[in-house]
């Protein structure tokens, strides 16, 4: 079957209970969720009929922030200015407001992504198990993978992962997170009593939904 659109791409879920759309904030292409029986023509036909909405939000997806020297990459909530010089020494050198490196400018954008998946193998697992002594909900692992669809899940067996991603947003999004999966563990579902318990430890859970609905496409979209 030939499809309209290059930037068309299908999914099948046996958890999806009805076909759903979605934009890849990394390249604006279209995702779509089906059932495992649903049919591919139908689903195109559903999203022509959406090509209006399509647009939209292609047209509001945040443009990739320039990992380059005077641009900005957000870490733990700050935005750190990227500041290139020739004789830096080797690495990279943070302070409060910069982010400092020296060698190959086109090597800058690896460079710093390599830098933040690091950190985020620091902090993430600090954070979780800060969070797993005070919720006595104990993980069977944790893995930190780029995903587009969720910040983290947790699996029946008690595996969570986490985006690494988070590690660019404010501390107190990243805990609601955290919390959030960790929850799981007493609750395998999303009911009040689940509700309930994520908000004992985490009062700000709606602010961090807020900010995660703001500002998570800007996040998806470096790198």
Excluded at 134 to 147: C, G, I, K, Y
Excluded at 182 to 206: I, N, Y
Aim: glycine residues 6%; hydrophobic residues 40%; charged residues 20%.
């Amino acid at each position: 079957m030939t499809r309209p659109d290059p930037l068309v791409r299908f999914r099948r879920s046996s958890r999806a209970r009805r076909v759903s759309l979605r934009l890849d904030p990394a390249d604006g292409s279209v995702i779509i969720t089906l059932p495992p029986d649903a049919s591919e023509a139908k689903a195109l036909d559903w999203m022509r009929a959406n090509t209006t909405w399509i647009a939209r939000q292609r047209a509001a997806l945040p443009r990739p922030s320039a990992l380059a020297h005077g641009g900005t990459i957000p870490f733990q909530g700050a935005l750190l200015t990227i500041v290139h010089r020739p004789d830096a020494s080797r690495g990279i050198h943070q302070d409060e407001t910069t982010l400092t490196l020296g060698g190959d400018p086109a090597t800058i954008p690896s460079r710093l992504l390599t830098w933040l998946k690091g950190q985020a193998t620091l902090i993430l697992p600090a954070s979780l198990g800060r969070w797993s002594q005070e919720m006595n909900a104990h993980p069977a692992s944790l893995t930190l993978r780029d995903v587009r669809s969720r910040w983290g899940s947790c699996s029946h067996e008690g595996r969570i992962m986490l985006s690494w991603r988070l590690v660019m947003a404010p501390p107190p999004v990243r805990d609601y997170v955290i919390v959030h999966e960790l929850a799981h563990l007493t609750h395998f579902d999303h009911s009040p009593a689940f509700w309930a318990h994520v908000e004992r430890f985490c009062p700000v859970r709606a602010r961090s939904e807020a900010w995660l609905r703001t500002h998570g496409r800007a996040l998806l979209a470096i790198g």
